[in-house]
């Protein structure tokens, strides 16, 4: 199991910008593929972004194709969402997530852990 622990969220104005940033710990964190999902108020959880784990493979929501980049540091077992041109429909509880396939997937079934989850609100 791995525990994975999200951080970096706040309050922006529309047009602004965020870094997540979402620490990972367990035995072979390394090797586990991760993604990043999001739940806004009354709506169901929704994939955002994924990374294979080595960080060559990525796959984005089109919602957020051009303005989010998922990448990864195996190195120091961290993952980041940075997040442009953030839009008043991007507020949401962001999570990371962690799935044993080793390529990454926007199936939220497919994760095995998930973080707690950091608050993301962009105001107009």
């Known amino acids: 199991q791995v525990q994975l622990v999200e951080s970096g969220g706040g309050l922006v104005q529309a047009g602004g910008s965020l870094r997540l940033s979402c620490a990972a710990s367990?035995?072979?964190?390394?090797?586990?593929?991760m993604g990043w999902f999001r739940q806004a108020p009354g709506k169901g959880r929704d994939f955002v972004a994924t990374t294979s784990w080595d960080g060559r493979r990525t796959n984005y929501a089109d919602s957020v194709k051009g303005r989010f980049t998922i990448s990864r540091d195996n190195a120091k077992n961290m993952v980041y969402l940075q997040m442009n041109s953030l839009e008043p429909e991007d507020t949401a509880v962001y999570y990371c997530?962690?799935?044993?396939?080793?390529?990454?997937?926007?199936?939220?079934?497919?994760?095995?852990?998930w973080g707690q989850g950091t608050q993301v609100t962009v105001s107009s």
């Open positions: 997530a962690a799935s044993r396939n080793l390529y990454g997937s926007n199936w939220e079934h497919a994760y095995d852990s």
């Open positions: 367990g035995r072979a964190s390394s090797t586990y593929s």
